[in-house]
């Protein structure tokens, strides 16, 4: 039986052996890295469909389910809305969304911009780097000093944390989210982020002000329809998951924008193509590299195949992304292609990813100011890059520029 996840060969592509099963058995039996078995499905058509039927659930709790030992598997926050179905989902999702809807985004860019260009000064002018920049000439790692410090500071304006806190969080995801972590290190790194959050919403319920934080402890703490441990723990997915993504997005995004300067110039020069260029990035890129996990609750035919009920079944989005099917060309990053927002990199159906459109601006705001403002920026070398392995997400540890 194959093993999944296959290894890259190459950091910049998917694994090789996700094509050769889309074309040869785009619902494949793997096994994972636990011994269990589940079944593999890669194309974007089968991907699409499943992503909307009822009868995969999301509950790492439930007999079958394909555990990687990711983050949204760690208890307690494994019963946060990411993974509950059907009402229990809807019921805790609602609460969340409207912080997250385009009109609450768009108010908020105008405030995100200011963020961007603040990390932007910092880097520019060597402030947190031990010995800043040598005379003559400037250099820098670009995660640590830019896309880290961006995704964090944007995530505690929406929370209401302050921003001192950021190693601590920063430092726990990385453990939830690596899989080389043990169960005892993710479940202390867990509590660690939990404890951060509750008490930010005990100080929130004592001392509101207009931050989400503040929302979900005043509208629905007080209301008596969300519990306090609830809140506090669906809060912590959402600083966990809404840092580390958008980081390793624009991280991954310069490099791509940085290895084909015509692409930064256009991204510079042409602003009307910002946003189709990001739905391209993300779509290209997708770091999502483990999949979606689900199990089935019923019998499923998914082409030739019958998947029952209590198989689990991971859905590979980084493939589905790259299916020739979908996207002519697909192993090609075209910014200007026409039918790229089409991608799933934040998944589909009821669990899309609540933050989708904050994460989508993230990206193009950072990126777009990135590019404007530091027009000589070009890699230091690619010898030292450094990417994840073994983690949830594909990202950077280390990308050193210069300008």
């Known amino acids: 039986m194959n093993r999944y996840p296959a290894d890259r ?36 058509a089968d991907v699409r469909r ?14 079958g389910y394909p555990r990687f030992g990711a983050a949204v598997e760690v208890p307690p926050l494994n019963r946060t809305f990411i993974g509950l179905d059907g009402p229990a989902h809807r ?3 609602r609460m969340f969304a409207d912080a997250f809807a385009v009109p609450a985004v768009a108010r908020f860019e105008p405030r995100m911009t200011a963020i961007v260009d603040a990390c932007l000064d910092d880097l520019a002018e060597g402030r947190n780097e031990p010995a800043g920049p ?49 169960g005892a290190q993710k479940a202390a790194a867990g509590a660690a ?128 992304n790259r299916d020739a099917r979908r996207f002519a060309g697909p192993d090609r990053l075209d910014l200007a292609r026409a039918d790229a927002r089409h991608h799933l990199a934040f998944g589909f159906g009821p669990h899309q990813c609540v933050g989708h459109f904050l994460a989508r601006t993230t990206v193009r705001v950072a990126l777009a100011r990135l590019v404007t403002r530091l027009p000589g920026l070009r890699l230091a070398g690619t010898a030292d890059l450094s990417f994840t392995e073994a983690t949830d997400f594909h990202g950077l540890h280390r990308l050193p520029v210069t300008w």
Do not use: K
Request: with cysteine.
């Open 9 to 44: 060969s190459c950091p910049y592509e998917p694994p090789e052996q996700y094509a050769r099963w889309r074309e040869a058995e785009p619902v494949t039996r793997v096994v994972l890295p636990s011994g269990a078995a589940a079944w593999l499905v890669t194309r974007y």
């Open 50 to 63: 499943l992503l909307r039927d009822p009868a995969l659930a999301s509950d790492s709790t439930r007999p």
């Open 91 to 93: 019921r805790l999702r």
């Open 134 to 182: 040598a005379p003559g000439s400037a250099a820098a790692d670009l995660v640590s000093r830019f896309a880290l410090p961006v995704a964090s500071r944007i995530i505690c304006e929406v929370l209401g944390l302050g921003y001192e806190a950021h190693e601590l969080f920063e430092r726990s995801t990385h453990v939830l989210t690596d899989g080389a972590s043990t």
């Open 193 to 320: 982020i939990i404890e951060l959050v509750a008490d930010l919403v005990r100080e929130r319920l004592r001392h509101p002000r207009a931050d989400l934080a503040s929302r979900i402890a005043t509208r629905h703490v007080r209301a008596g329809e969300l519990s306090e441990p609830e809140a506090v723990h669906n809060l912590a997915l959402v600083l966990g998951a809404g840092h580390h993504t958008s980081a390793n997005m624009i991280s991954l995004g310069a490099l791509a924008l940085l290895r084909e300067p015509a692409w930064a110039d256009r991204f510079r020069g042409e602003p009307q193509l910002r946003a189709n260029a990001t739905e391209e990035l993300l779509r290209y890129l997708t770091i999502v590299q483990l999949g979606l996990a689900r199990v089935a609750t019923a019998d499923i035919a998914v082409g030739d195949r019958l998947v029952r009920a209590g198989d689990g079944v991971v859905l590979s989005v980084l493939a589905a």
